[in-house]
């Protein structure tokens, strides 16, 4: 499994992403450097907020009205 992480991280790179907000799963704490790597949903409100309006927002350069999926 560490395999799809390892994958992933390596798609990100090119995105400078330099802090990791996950949940406890063991592949997280082996490749992730621990200053780097916060535990918990602390800033997941923020981090979907931010999504939802950016979704929203895109929507309506498509459609006269704001919808929501």
Same mark, same amino acid.
């Given at each position: 499994?560490?395999?799809?992480?390892?994958?992933?991280?390596?798609?990100?790179?090119?995105?400078?992403?330099?802090?990791?907000?996950?949940?406890?799963?063991?592949?997280?704490?082996?490749?992730?450097?621990?200053?780097?790597?916060?535990?918990?949903?602390?800033?997941?409100?923020?981090?979907?907020? /931010?999504?939802?309006?950016?979704?929203?927002?895109? /929507?309506?350069?498509?459609?006269?009205?704001?919808?929501?999926?």
């Amino acid at each position: 499994m560490d395999t799809v992480f390892l994958e992933l991280q390596d798609l990100l790179k090119p995105f400078g992403i330099t802090r990791f907000y996950t949940d406890r799963w063991g592949a997280y704490e082996r490749h992730i450097a621990p200053e780097q790597h916060a535990i918990g949903k602390e800033n997941t409100q923020r981090i979907e907020s /931010k999504h939802i309006n950016l979704r929203t927002r895109i /929507k309506r350069l498509v459609r006269r009205t704001i919808c929501f999926f």
